[in-house]
């Protein structure tokens, strides 16, 4: 079992940039995938970022890429994504989710664990 917290979310405004942080705790291991997902209102549930174990893997949904970037510190179980440039469609609320893989080279079809998401509201 993994339990998932995200915090860093706020209000900014559009071309600023926040970091979200999810520490992981419970049983983690280098099987353990990490991603990013997020919710806006109306809209269903996408896909923002995902990393493997050692991070030769990463992937990003269109919108987002050479705008943010996931991270990870596997000492502190804690997974990062560094939003720049921040757009008022970027507003939603934000899931960090955990799965299993069996290898570094590909990321979960499923996530079975999920954070509480934390809000970010990016203003014009």
């Known amino acids: 079992q993994v339990q998932l917290v995200e915090t860093g979310g706020g209000l900014v405004q559009a071309g600023g940039s926040l970091r979200l942080s999810c520490a992981a705790s419970g049983r983690t291991s280098r099987s353990s995938a990490m991603g990013w997902f997020r919710q806006a209102p109306g809209k269903e549930r996408e896909f923002v970022a995902g990393?493997?174990?050692?991070?030769?893997?990463?992937r990003y949904t269109n919108s987002v890429k050479g705008r943010f970037t996931i991270s990870r510190d596997n000492a502190k179980n804690t997974v990062y994504l560094q939003m720049n440039s921040l757009k008022p469609e970027d507003t939603a609320v934000y899931y960090c989710?955990?799965?299993?893989?069996?290898?570094?080279?590909?990321?979960?079809?499923?996530?079975?664990?999920w954070g509480q998401g934390t809000q970010v509201t990016v203003s014009s």
């Open positions: 990393i493997t174990w050692s991070g030769i893997t990463t």
């Open positions: 989710a955990a799965g299993v893989v069996y290898s570094d080279y590909v990321l979960p079809v499923e996530y079975d664990y």
